[in-house]
């Protein structure tokens, strides 16, 4: 049985070729056969004929000869010269009769030699033999006209008259079977024409039969084999449909053991395998972030090539964490540590960010291409930091009798800047994250919130790149603990345009402030330091930089100020507390 697409159309075209054989076989056999009928007739049968009826005519005109010189022997005599004549003509006639009578048996005795299937049965069958016979009373007719010359020469008047009767009795005979010989052969070459057409006809209509039936056959197969590929295409376009919806538990299932039922197996193999990475994905997809698994996906060189991008980098700190866990029940610190990372976490995903990876209760997220626009990433992580903010403060009302006054507090650092991102790690465990001095520059923003009593810090690249989309205050310049860069710390505040007229004004005295300190006028600078307290008295930052303006004042820096202020102490928290 076929089973293979290409078996049965290998197989319908053999059909067709061993059908084109045996027609072409048939069609060839037939004509062979017309062609022979009218070959034996043309070439033998009439010739043969003809010279019959050139005998037959002589032989009339020969004994047309034989009456009239015994004609004029009864009124002459024997011994006229007119007889000389009329002999000449008669052995002439003679002459010609014995050439057609062997033009005759030459056409039979071909024909009987070479076209021996056509002179097997009726007329034919032993026409040579009766030209035989034909000559051999001819030549007994012609013995007897001898004879009768030769009595009227001896003047044997009475002899040549019996001889006379004897020849005309054979002349007789002679025209009696030719006669029937010529009728004979000319109703078989009107049959034989007939045969002919009739066998033309026949050719004609089973050629005609042969072609339908191949058409109809053809057609039928065509129909046959269209119909089952279009139902096999529809089946699987219809379960790839289903599963590009989701549903993997399609089956696509074929009554043939061939192409479809081996397509069959390979799809049904497919979504086996597609339902197995499907759940592989949901639960590796509690671990890395579905993002990062989608892209890896799309882009197969992505677990292998890492690249430098510019990026913005988060870190989330928990403040006040390790007393928590020293009096917290174990089972009430899991349920506080699964809302509080669900709380930084979910916001990092809202905002197109990928979460990085977790260090105790520490959060570390970043944005970038292809995850978010190349302008975008900052302001996504600055909206990110907002909504954290947001959520820890809900958070802190659920647990509230949990965390109690121990001023358990959420810092954010934000730094945006070029870093090398991909599949990083060894042969036998890699993970897809960021490395650079971003990284590192987010850890010390983080850190920094510390020493100014900010929640939210982030890099000048970040502010500049958020600009009009988050609301920010110009916090100081400072170069960090462990660098001898210069940077630029801004505090993120609000959404844009969430800002009220009084914070507006709030910050627009400190950013005032502050540019008077960096000129080291301090006498300016203070009063709108101590407006920026009474507005807000827990303004770390404020109360920091009255402190500095102080020790700066008693040249505790030992350089020339140049409105950058270096930070040599971890924490500097004295500076606020002095």
Not at 56 to 84: F, H, K
Not at 90 to 110: D, G
Not at 311 to 327: C, P, Q, R, Y
Request: proline share 2%; with cysteine.
């Amino acid at each position: 049985m076929l089973r293979t697409i290409r078996a049965k159309f290998l197989g319908v075209a053999a059909f067709f070729v061993v059908w084109l054989v045996v027609a072409t076989g048939f069609s060839v056999i037939q004509s062979l056969g017309i062609n022979g009928d009218l070959e034996a007739v043309s070439r033998y049968v009439t010739p043969v004929k003809d010279s019959l009826s050139d005998v037959r005519a002589r032989q009339l005109e020969q004994i047309s000869l034989i009456d009239r010189y015994m004609r004029v022997v009864e009124s002459d005599g024997p011994q006229t010269s007119l007889l000389n004549g009329i002999e000449i003509e008669i052995e002439a006639k003679q002459t010609q009769i014995e050439q057609a009578f062997r033009k005759s048996f030459t056409f039979a005795a071909l024909g009987r030699a070479q076209a021996s299937g056509h002179f097997d049965e009726g007329v034919l069958f032993d026409l040579d033999v009766r030209m035989r016979e034909f000559a051999d009373v001819s030549a007994q007719f012609s013995l007897g006209v001898e004879r009768l010359l030769d009595q009227v020469r001896a003047g044997n008047l009475a002899d040549a008259r019996s001889q006379e009767n004897t020849v005309r009795g054979l002349h007789r005979i002679i025209v009696l079977n030719l006669r029937n010989e010529i009728r004979l052969l000319e109703d078989y070459a009107a049959q034989t024409v007939e045969n002919v057409s009739k066998r033309e006809d026949f050719l004609i209509q089973a050629e005609f039969i042969m072609m339908l039936a191949a058409v109809i056959i053809g057609i039928s197969l065509a129909y046959y084999m269209a119909h089952a590929v279009v139902v096999a295409v529809r089946k699987t376009t219809s379960a790839l449909n289903s599963i590009q919806s989701g549903k993997l538990d399609t089956k696509l299932e074929f009554s043939s053991k061939g192409d479809f039922g081996r397509l069959a197996d390979a799809f049904n193999r497919m979504t086996r395998e597609l339902r197995v990475r499907f759940r592989m994905r949901e639960r590796f997809g509690k671990y890395v972030d579905p993002k990062v698994i989608n892209n890896l996906i799309n882009q197969e060189t992505a677990l292998e090539n890492s690249e430098k991008r510019v990026m913005t980098v988060s870190v989330v700190n928990l403040t006040g964490f390790d007393w928590l866990a020293e009096h917290t029940p174990p089972e009430k610190l899991v349920d506080f540590l699964n809302d509080y990372l669900t709380a930084m976490t979910e916001p990092i995903a809202n905002q197109s960010g990928i979460i990085d990876n977790f260090v105790g209760d520490r959060v570390i997220g970043f944005w970038g291409p292809p995850f978010c626009g190349e302008g975008s990433h900052a302001k996504h992580a600055c909206q990110a930091a907002l909504e954290q903010v947001a959520r820890f403060n809900a958070l802190k009302t659920k647990y509230a009798e949990l965390i109690g006054d121990h001023g358990l507090e959420i810092r954010v650092g934000i730094a945006t800047g070029e870093v090398v991102v991909g599949s990083i790690g060894t042969d036998k465990s890699r993970a897809y994250t960021v490395v650079g001095d971003c990284v590192n520059y987010a850890n010390r923003l983080e850190k920094a919130n510390r020493v100014y009593g900010t929640q939210i810090l982030a890099s000048h690249e970040t502010a500049s790149m958020a600009s009009g989309e988050v609301e920010m205050r110009d916090l100081d310049h400072v170069v960090l603990l462990g660098t001898e860069k210069v940077v630029f710390l801004y505090e993120v505040l609000a959404q844009g345009g969430q800002l009220s007229e009084e914070r507006r004004e709030w910050r627009s005295k400190y950013e005032t402030a502050m540019a008077h300190y960096r000129d080291g006028n301090f006498d300016a600078a203070r009063p709108l330091y101590e407006e920026v307290i009474a507005f807000d008295d827990s303004d770390f930052a404020a109360q920091l930089m009255m402190n500095r303006m102080e020790r700066l004042e008693r040249r505790e820096q030992d350089r020339e100020w140049d409105g950058t202020w270096v930070v040599r102490d971890p924490y500097e928290r004295r500076d606020v507390e002095s």
